[in-house]
């Protein structure tokens, strides 16, 4: 089990990271470089994680209430997120509600005082 962490992941438009692939039961690294990255997740501080799979972990800070929520993707999603995918295309496993703070910094907490149902 190896963990390393970073500071955050400095995912910016025209760098490059690596992601592992396995074509034909043999893994291999793809080099990656982005093409895109306006997500508030991506500027966060992340853990990468490459046992049992390639993760990134993100340590999300509500912009608001400063409240952190740890979300896990998968270096692939990641990936497919930078190749244009929408963020609910490339990460279906997470819920709606942490996919806004993964986009605009606002927990949904926050969100439903900014914007309260009506009754
Ligand atoms: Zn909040």
């Known amino acids: ?12 438009d025209g760098e490059s990271y690596q ?5 034909d039961n043999r893994p291999y ?5 982005l093409k895109s990255g306006n997500g508030y997740f991506l500027s966060q501080k992340c853990t990468e994680k490459y046992q ?6 993100f340590n999300l800070e509500c912009t ?10 998968k270096s ?4 497919q997120y930078h190749q244009g995918k929408y963020i609910q295309d490339a990460f279906p496993y997470i819920s709606q ?15 439903d005082k900014m914007f309260p149902d009506e009754d």
């Open 76 to 79: 692939e999603d990641l990936y």
């Open 97 to 111: 509600a942490t996919r806004g703070l993964m986009l605009d910094g606002v927990c949904h907490k926050c969100w």
């Open 19 to 23: 992601i592992r692939k396995i074509k």
């Open 64 to 73: 608001k209430c400063k409240h952190i929520t740890d979300v896990e993707v």
């Open 1 to 12: 089990m190896k963990a390393k962490t970073k500071k955050h992941i400095d995912l910016l």
């Open 52 to 57: 049992p799979e390639h993760t990134y972990t």
């Open 29 to 33: 690294f793809e080099e990656v470089t």
